[in-house]
């Protein structure tokens, strides 16, 4: 069990430093010789995880659908709104969910894959929507496609113009223009005071402590479910007051010097290997 344990122990922990290795660098420009030296951990422990460093991506995406787990609200308009709110703020503190959404985005040889994050936030949208729609929240005649696409898309835009501006500091602000301006298309005249569109900042950090707490704790390697507290009272639409209704790891030691070069930079200072390049 505990030699379980230690290897679960080491393959969330390359995990977490490929992602910030792959946020930073990108899926081409990025080298096992820095992902090892943010784990600690040695060649062997991570090819015994992970034989490539496509398999690391893959794994990586794999926990992309814990970010979509909707809080549950009455109104089902606002677990919409709050999904995005909590993703926002895991944008800005998580880096598997930021190297997620990078390699999602760019274009390198990191394959497409089957189930892009596109893919599953859009199934995500849109079983929130048929819900609203069948508790009369939806405006008649809306397309559900083309609202979960505006949504999603929506999103994807923001993110990209607030990391370009802010390093999407300014997030959550950029959320919840685009709903005051989306909303009025959307949902029924009656709702809009009742739907808040700006975020909790308690409610966003149970969802960080959750996921951490997750990942720390996974067996697999398996999505991250994320949570909401309750609801408190927050700014609505238009200004209004709303109710929110068997391993063989050792521990690497780096080295003392540092490099740098255009696509792998050795942060703990762990020497290239002769034959490495970005790929591992």
Same mark, same amino acid.
């Given at each position: 069990?505990?030699?379980?344990?230690?290897?679960?122990?080491?393959?969330?922990?390359?995990?977490?430093?490929?992602?910030?290795?792959?946020?930073?660098?990108?899926?081409?420009?990025?080298?096992?010789?820095?992902?090892?030296?943010?784990?600690?951990?040695?060649?062997?422990?991570?090819?015994?995880?992970?034989?490539?460093?496509?398999?690391?991506?893959?794994?990586?995406?794999?926990?992309?659908?814990?970010?979509?787990?909707?809080?549950?609200?009455?109104?089902?308009?606002?677990?919409?709104?709050?999904?995005?709110?909590?993703?926002?703020?895991?944008?800005?503190?998580?880096?598997?969910?930021?190297?997620?959404?990078?390699?999602?985005?760019?274009? =390198?040889?990191?394959?497409?894959? $089957?189930?892009?994050?596109? +893919?599953? @936030? *859009?199934? #995500?949208? !849109?079983?929130?929507?048929?819900?609203?729609?069948?508790?009369?929240?939806?405006?008649?005649?809306?397309?559900?496609?083309?609202?979960?696409?505006?949504?999603?898309?929506?999103?994807?835009?923001?993110?990209?113009?607030?990391?370009?501006?802010?390093?999407?500091?300014?997030?959550?602000?950029?959320?919840?223009?685009?709903?005051?301006?989306?909303?009025?298309?959307?949902?029924?005249?009656?709702?809009?005071?009742?739907?808040?569109? =700006?975020?909790?900042?308690?409610? $966003?950090?149970?969802?960080? +402590?959750? @996921? *951490?707490? #997750?990942? !720390?704790?996974?067996?697999?390697?398996?999505?991250?479910?994320?949570?909401?507290?309750?609801?408190?009272?927050?700014?609505?639409?238009?200004?209004?007051?709303?109710?929110?209704?068997?391993?063989?790891?050792?521990?690497?030691?780096?080295?003392?010097?540092?490099?740098?070069?255009?696509?792998?930079?050795?942060?703990?200072?762990?020497?290239?290997?002769?034959?490495?390049?970005?790929?591992?």
């Amino acid at each position: 069990m505990a030699k379980q344990e230690r290897g679960t122990r080491s393959r969330q922990a390359l995990l977490e430093a490929a992602a910030e290795v792959f946020d930073l660098r990108g899926f081409d420009a990025a080298g096992t010789n820095e992902i090892l030296a943010r784990s600690g951990l040695t060649r062997g422990a991570l090819y015994h995880h992970f034989p490539s460093k496509e398999s690391i991506a893959v794994a990586l995406f794999a926990e992309h659908s814990g970010a979509l787990v909707a809080p549950e609200r009455s109104t089902r308009m606002q677990s919409v709104i709050d999904l995005t709110f909590g993703y926002a703020r895991q944008l800005q503190r998580d880096p598997v969910l930021r190297a997620i959404v990078r390699l999602a985005m760019e274009k =390198t040889s990191f394959p497409r894959q $089957a189930d892009t994050p596109y +893919d599953q @936030s *859009s199934a #995500a949208i !849109r079983r929130l929507l048929d819900e609203a729609r069948a508790q009369g929240e939806i405006l008649p005649g809306l397309d559900l496609a083309d609202a979960t696409s505006v949504i999603v898309g929506g999103f994807a835009g923001m993110q990209v113009m607030s990391q370009v501006y802010t390093d999407r500091a300014d997030l959550p602000e950029r959320v919840t223009a685009m709903w005051r301006l989306l909303l009025p298309g959307m949902v029924a005249p009656g709702m809009i005071g009742h739907l808040v569109i =700006t975020p909790r900042d308690d409610e $966003a950090q149970a969802v960080l +402590d959750a @996921s *951490s707490s #997750a990942r !720390r704790g996974a067996s697999g390697g398996g999505a991250v479910a994320l949570a909401f507290g309750k609801r408190g009272v927050g700014a609505g639409v238009g200004g209004q007051e709303g109710v929110h209704p068997g391993d063989a790891e050792q521990t690497a030691q780096p080295a003392g010097d540092g490099r740098q070069g255009e696509g792998t930079v050795g942060v703990l200072g762990a020497a290239p290997d002769a034959d490495e390049g970005a790929q591992p």
